[in-house]
């Protein structure tokens, strides 16, 4: 049974193997994924793509959008996601003018 926080049991959860930027990490299965990153040290989730500011998330509830990341190839809200095994989380950096579709 999970308990009522799902930010709880970050630290006794069954550990699943998943990766960021091509890097090994293990993280709680079924845990938050955004808070499951800070808990592991990760504090920088996107740059801006007008200036390259790094943004991490903020709000933990899907509003800010400041927790974006590409798992396998999609960009989505890391706070709205569940860790699950064999996630694959790019962080996105900043584009280039030529890179933003119009
Ligand atoms: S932390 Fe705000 S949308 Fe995810």
Redesign the pocket.
């Known amino acids: 049974m999970k308990p009522d926080s799902p930010f709880l049991d970050l630290e006794t959860a069954p550990r699943v193997a998943v990766s960021i930027d091509g890097a090994p990490l293990e993280l709680p299965e079924g845990a938050n994924l955004?808070a499951a990153l800070l808990a592991a040290g990760v504090t920088v989730f996107r740059h801006t793509p007008v200036s390259g500011a790094p943004r991490?998330?903020?709000?933990?509830?899907?509003?800010?959008?400041?927790?974006?990341v590409d798992i396998d190839g999609f960009t989505r809200?890391?706070?709205?996601i569940e860790v699950s095994q064999g996630l694959r989380i790019i962080r996105p950096r900043d584009l280039g003018a030529d890179d933003v579709d119009a």
């Not at 991490?56 to 974006?68: E, I, R, S, T």
């Open positions: 955004a991490g998330p903020f709000c933990m509830m899907g509003a800010c959008f400041d927790c974006l809200q890391a706070c709205m």
